[in-house]
């Protein structure tokens, strides 16, 4: 018979009293934790933030399959690919709302939820068949990091999916932070997403750069006081010219150097 053992008490013990200058800091909850950029250390990096769907990776043909996966099993024609990349953006649940509205139907919460849990398992187990990075991202990143800048993932798509993605692409290991609706319980636009996204990243907001393809990342960038570059090879509904963002590139060849034109003009101002 294995022998009892005494349960061990833990005893809490005040922290010794404060010397005179120091200060001690708490944990705090998410949109308290919005730190002025003077609450930062001065050597934290510079940090590009991405979107992924339509920004760093070309996502559709995959999603698409993915939805075209579920219509199929409510006895629905598929979506072509070039009518429905306007339709992502938004998550897995909208993009199978607005895939129903095309033929003319709708769902209740719980077939939706039902659907949404089906798409996100198809989807899963063939994340990367098609799926690919942008022309050019790598090099881009290599120039990138060459000059000194680190980067993370900001998105609306969920963590474990989007770190799954860049894992079969081989590109997780080029990420500081890699960020979803999941993380920290809300999404783009709202700018608690981004601003998270950037201190887990070791950055800080005058010192970063926001990249996307549609209207949350103009949005959320705007909110959080941060420059944000439009790339015109992504997924919208809305041109992204039409959104004004910063600086507009069609290839990410022309990244660098939109990144470094809008760096050096921050630290003009």
Same mark, same amino acid.
Not at 71 to 98: N, Q
Not at 142 to 170: H, I, M, P
């Given at each position: 018979?294995?022998?009892?053992?005494?349960?061990?008490?833990? *005893?809490?013990?005040?922290?010794?009293?404060?010397?005179?200058?120091?200060?001690?800091?708490?944990?705090?909850?998410?949109? %308290?934790?919005?730190?002025?950029?003077?609450?930062?250390?001065?050597? &934290?990096?510079? +940090?590009?933030?991405?979107?992924?769907?339509?920004?760093?990776?070309?996502?559709?043909? /995959?999603?698409?399959?993915?939805?075209?996966?579920?219509?199929? @099993?409510?006895?629905?024609?598929? *979506?072509?690919?070039?009518?429905?990349?306007?339709?992502?953006?938004?998550?897995?649940?909208?993009? +199978?709302?607005?895939?129903?509205?095309?033929?003319?139907?709708?769902?209740?919460?719980?077939?939706?939820?039902?659907?949404?849990?089906?798409?996100?398992?198809?989807?899963?187990?063939?994340?990367?068949?098609?799926?690919?990075?942008?022309?050019?991202?790598?090099?881009?990143?290599?120039?990138?990091?060459? &000059?000194?800048?680190?980067?993370?993932?900001?998105?609306?798509?969920?963590?474990?999916?989007?770190?799954?993605?860049? %894992? @079969?692409?081989?590109?997780?290991?080029?990420?500081?932070?890699?960020?979803?609706?999941?993380?920290?319980?809300?999404?783009?636009?709202?700018?608690?997403?981004?601003?998270?996204?950037?201190?887990?990243?070791?950055?800080?907001?005058?010192?970063?750069?926001?990249?996307? /393809?549609?209207?949350?990342? +103009?949005? *959320?960038?705007?909110?959080?006081?941060?420059?944000?570059?439009?790339?015109?090879?992504?997924?919208?509904?809305?041109?992204?010219?039409?959104?004004?963002?910063?600086?507009? +590139?069609?290839?990410?060849? /022309?990244?660098?150097?939109?990144?470094?034109?809008?760096?050096?003009?921050?630290?003009?101002?």
């Amino acid at each position: 018979m294995q022998a009892l053992t005494k349960p061990v008490l833990t *005893v809490f013990r005040p922290p010794p009293p404060l010397s005179a200058g120091m200060t001690v800091t708490y944990p705090c909850t998410l949109h %308290d934790c919005t730190r002025t950029d003077s609450e930062f250390p001065m050597n &934290s990096s510079r +940090i590009v933030v991405f979107d992924l769907d339509g920004t760093l990776v070309d996502t559709a043909p /995959d999603l698409i399959s993915a939805l075209n996966y579920v219509l199929d @099993r409510e006895g629905l024609p598929p *979506v072509p690919l070039h009518a429905a990349r306007t339709m992502i953006g938004a998550g897995a649940r909208r993009l +199978i709302e607005r895939g129903l509205e095309l033929e003319g139907r709708t769902a209740g919460l719980d077939d939706i939820t039902r659907l949404t849990g089906d798409f996100i398992d198809y989807y899963a187990a063939h994340i990367a068949d098609a799926s690919r990075p942008f022309d050019g991202l790598e090099s881009a990143l290599d120039d990138l990091q060459a &000059s000194g800048y680190r980067f993370a993932v900001c998105t609306n798509k969920l963590e474990w999916l989007s770190k799954l993605l860049l %894992d @079969r692409l081989g590109l997780s290991a080029r990420f500081s932070a890699i960020c979803g609706a999941d993380t920290f319980g809300v999404s783009k636009p709202d700018p608690a997403i981004l601003q998270q996204t950037i201190a887990r990243a070791g950055g800080h907001l005058s010192s970063t750069i926001m990249v996307g /393809d549609a209207g949350p990342d +103009i949005g *959320v960038a705007r909110r959080a006081g941060v420059p944000v570059i439009g790339v015109g090879f992504g997924y919208t509904d809305v041109p992204i010219a039409e959104l004004k963002p910063d600086r507009l +590139i069609h290839h990410m060849s /022309d990244l660098p150097a939109a990144v470094k034109s809008l760096m050096s003009q921050r630290n003009t101002i």
